[in-house]
């Protein structure tokens, strides 16, 4: 079992910069896959990025790619994403995950738990 719990989102300019933390509860945070999806005004909800549960392995959308850094603290059971050069476009609540190391990690049927979600919103 896993409790998932987002922060720092919020409201930010066009160019700038927000670091996201998901803070998880649980045993064995380090044997999970963990992942940020997204979900903007009337679309699917969308992969962000993910990094296996070693850290070795990250992944990222193509939309997010050179702008945005998962990185985890395994001792602390925290998830980050650091979110750089934000554009409009990048608005959206954004879930973290944790899910099975069997599955893919970008694919949202990997991830059994869930954190509520963080908002952020980029002002033009």
């Known amino acids: 079992q896993v409790q998932l719990v987002e922060s720092g989102g919020g409201l930010v300019q066009a160019g700038g910069s927000l670091r996201l933390s998901c803070a998880a509860s649980?045993?064995?945070?380090?044997?999970?896959?963990m992942g940020w999806f997204r979900q903007a005004p009337g679309k699917k909800r969308e992969f962000v990025a993910a990094?296996?549960?070693?850290?070795?392995?990250?992944y990222y959308a193509d939309s997010v790619k050179g702008r945005f850094t998962i990185s985890r603290d395994n001792a602390k059971n925290t998830v980050y994403l650091q979110m750089n050069s934000l554009k409009p476009e990048d608005t959206a609540v954004y879930y973290c995950?944790?899910?099975?190391?069997?599955?893919?990690?970008?694919?949202?049927?990997?991830?059994?738990?869930w954190g509520q979600g963080t908002q952020v919103t980029v002002s033009s």
């Open positions: 995950a944790a899910g099975s190391t069997l599955g893919i990690p970008t694919m949202a049927a990997t991830y059994a738990y």
């Open positions: 990094s296996k549960w070693s850290g070795g392995n990250t």
């Open positions: 649980g045993r064995t945070f380090s044997s999970y896959h």
